[in-house]
């Protein structure tokens, strides 16, 4: 017998598959003894949660003859025996009525154990979605309750304000129950008061929703009724969401289908890089609300991943995250308690969960090893150091010296992953969040980082790392002067604060030329305000690179000619005073006019020496531009902006 299975969007290179699910008469779940009514197909359950009368007609081979029985059955349904891929039928565009406005979201239902690889390449290209540089996975109860006023505001606009400042994605359940309803309730909020999206993803087992064979159907717009039936054991979907991702494996009425996909999806995305320049992979953070004992297992499962994902849990909100934030508390930093606090803690998981001695006994355990994963020490570099990385954070409203709750998302995945300074300030970068970088970064002003906060890759040598770079990133067009001699090698440095410092210098100048690309004007004065010498960062190869990088690409010819004339130029790119400029604030001005980058250019302007006469080059730039853009086939915009800078 089939019934309809999991379902996913064609895709370029491939398809995505359901799954039918095959029932003989064997894969049903009671024994049938006889034909009483109780045990007849109109009300028998099958394992995959719906009545037997809802799959197709048993098959005359599976009577036997001269019997009138049904066969008894042998085997009990499987989700991994009885299914067969077959192309989906329900994608499209879902509109939430009711309520007064009309929401709409972009859904699809696919397999519970499609590829991630797949789904990030639909979600990135036929739903058009910026690959995030942070994602948050909310989890929690599935049971509705109630936050006390206060923490839902601070809980909401934190969630919010961290996913808009960062660019991330929100991970959720997807429906109108639990811990769901409050972040809808927080995304809700948000919309009615902002035009800004928050990309905001529900990831729901199909068969749990109600009311889906509405959805039913292959790139259509379908109305959804978001009124949902007090008797219904269903959920209906959370319209505040912006897509959906409704994972099925053919059962009916029952969680779990979604938990795998989930979770190899998260792990997919956070291999995928934040940016091309900066090479961080994207961030992921769990963060829990409330929650029944799952949720602790959801914790212990985050912290053993590889790498750990920290965790930020919420107290106060009540349950499983008021049980790991006392543990939290009052244990060591081995993870052990006293005796006194495992009796409380005994005490309260079985009131909380209404569970025996025995089974709070299994959770306390599971407890317990989520408090030996909360902080990882370990030996960096030199024997003498040992670094105490906090994989759990937890936050704690009205507490002296708490800060809010987007700050301590953020600070949970700097100082709750294993990264190094320079790594925590390419995140800052590609968040665009300098005050994160200002109170959480350069906590040691003027001075560089301990050797625990560098990263591993120390060059040998003084001038290793420059001329690593220089090659690495884009080689001076030119060549050396004929007759130079070859300067002999610097000797290795083997002392470790100038090693550091050294490292720590490199870090900064990368970061300032990724401030730069980016067009991060706040970066660009931190990255200067501590310690970036400018005459010593800007050589003629991150010149030649900051030209490039966005640079539009020009007819073959015209290369072809200007690469002979280049040829011909002779340059010593190891000479540091060939190499370097005698004003780098002039050429950066310069560049930064003619990439059209205004609010750079003025903050270049204001460095340096001779503020007049750069004022007047830039003003003649501008014009000639503004010129150029004029006799073109340009957008008058872009003439019109042109015009307005040279002023």
């Not at 929703?209 to 379908?222: F, M, P, S």
């Not at 706040?522 to 990088?549: A, M, Q, S």
Request: aromatic share 6%; with cysteine; net charge positive.
């Amino acid at each position: 017998m089939e019934s309809r299975g999991i379902m996913g969007k064609k895709g370029s290179n491939g398809s995505f598959k359901r799954s039918s699910i095959k029932r003989s008469a064997s894969s049903g779940s009671q024994k049938i003894q006889s034909l009483d009514r109780e045990n007849l197909p109109e009300t028998r359950m099958c394992s995959c949660g719906q009545v037997v009368a809802q799959h197709a007609a048993v098959p005359p081979t599976s009577k036997e003859e001269g019997s009138g029985q049904l066969v008894q059955p042998t085997e009990r349904w499987s989700v991994l025996r009885h299914r067969q891929a077959t192309p989906t039928d329900a994608y499209g565009t879902v509109e939430f009525q009711g309520g007064g406005l009309i929401s709409k979201a972009m859904y699809i239902r696919v397999s519970y154990d499609s590829k991630p690889d797949q789904l990030l390449h639909l979600m990135v290209k036929d739903w058009q979605l910026e690959l995030p540089t942070l994602l948050i996975s909310v989890h929690g109860s599935l049971q509705n309750f109630d936050l006390p006023p206060k923490l839902k505001q601070v809980f909401g606009k934190g969630l919010i304000k961290a996913a808009i400042t960062t660019g991330a994605w929100i991970f959720t359940g997807g429906v109108s129950t639990g811990v769901i309803r409050h972040v809808g309730d927080a995304l809700k909020d948000h919309s009615s008061k902002s035009r800004g999206k928050v990309c905001a993803i529900g990831i729901v087992p199909w068969g749990i929703i109600e009311n889906k064979e509405d959805l039913i159907g292959r790139d259509v717009t379908r109305p959804y009724q978001t009124m949902s039936n007090s008797l219904s054991k269903l959920a209906i979907l959370n319209g505040s969401h912006s897509h959906f991702i409704l994972s099925d494996n053919g059962t009916c009425g029952k969680y779990g289908a979604e938990v795998r996909l989930r979770r190899q999806l998260e792990k997919h995305i956070s291999l995928q890089k934040i940016n091309t320049r900066l090479g961080q992979g994207v961030p992921v953070v769990c963060l829990i609300l409330e929650g029944g004992p799952n949720v602790i297992s959801i914790v212990l499962e985050s912290l053993k991943e590889e790498p750990p994902v920290p965790v930020v849990v919420c107290d106060g909100s009540g349950r499983a995250s008021d049980i790991i934030s006392f543990a939290h508390r009052y244990c060591a930093e081995d993870g052990q308690v006293s005796d006194n606090v495992k009796d409380q803690l005994l005490v309260t998981i079985q009131k909380t969960f209404n569970y025996s001695r025995s089974h709070a006994l299994q959770i306390f355990l599971m407890l317990m090893e989520c408090m030996k994963n909360k902080g990882l020490v370990e030996q960096r570099y030199v024997k003498t150091v040992t670094v105490f990385v906090l994989q759990i954070t937890v936050f704690r409203m009205g507490s002296e010296g708490q800060q809010d709750f987007e700050m301590s998302i953020l600070t949970a995945l700097l100082k709750g992953t294993n990264t190094s300074a320079s790594d925590q300030l390419s995140l800052a970068l590609a968040w665009n969040r300098v005050d994160i970088a200002r109170s959480q970064i350069f906590v040691y002003g003027h001075h560089w980082p301990p050797v625990s906060a560098l990263p591993s890759d120390w060059p040998k040598s003084p001038a290793a790392a420059p001329r690593a770079a220089a090659a690495g990133k884009g080689k001076a067009r030119g060549k050396k002067g004929k007759g130079t001699k070859t300067k002999p090698e610097p000797p290795e440095e083997t002392d470790p604060r100038k090693l550091a410092l050294l490292c720590w210098v490199n870090s900064l100048e990368q970061a300032m030329m990724d401030a730069l690309v980016l067009d991060r004007v706040d970066f660009v004065k931190l990255l200067i305000e501590n310690g970036v010498n400018i005459h010593h960062f800007l050589t003629i190869p991150r010149l030649e690179e900051l030209y490039n990088t966005d640079d539009e690409p020009r007819p073959k010819g015209k290369d072809k000619k200007n690469k002979k004339k280049e040829e011909e130029i002779d340059i010593d790119v190891d000479d540091p005073e060939v190499c370097r400029f005698q004003n780098p604030f002039h050429e950066l001005m310069v560049w930064a006019v003619l990439m059209k980058r205004q609010k750079m250019a003025l903050f270049l302007w204001q460095r340096g020496e001779e503020a007049m006469a750069k004022a007047l080059v830039a003003c003649k730039l501008y014009k000639a531009m503004a010129h150029e853009s004029s006799q073109s086939e340009l957008v008058d915009d872009i003439y019109q902006d042109l015009e307005n800078n040279s002023r």
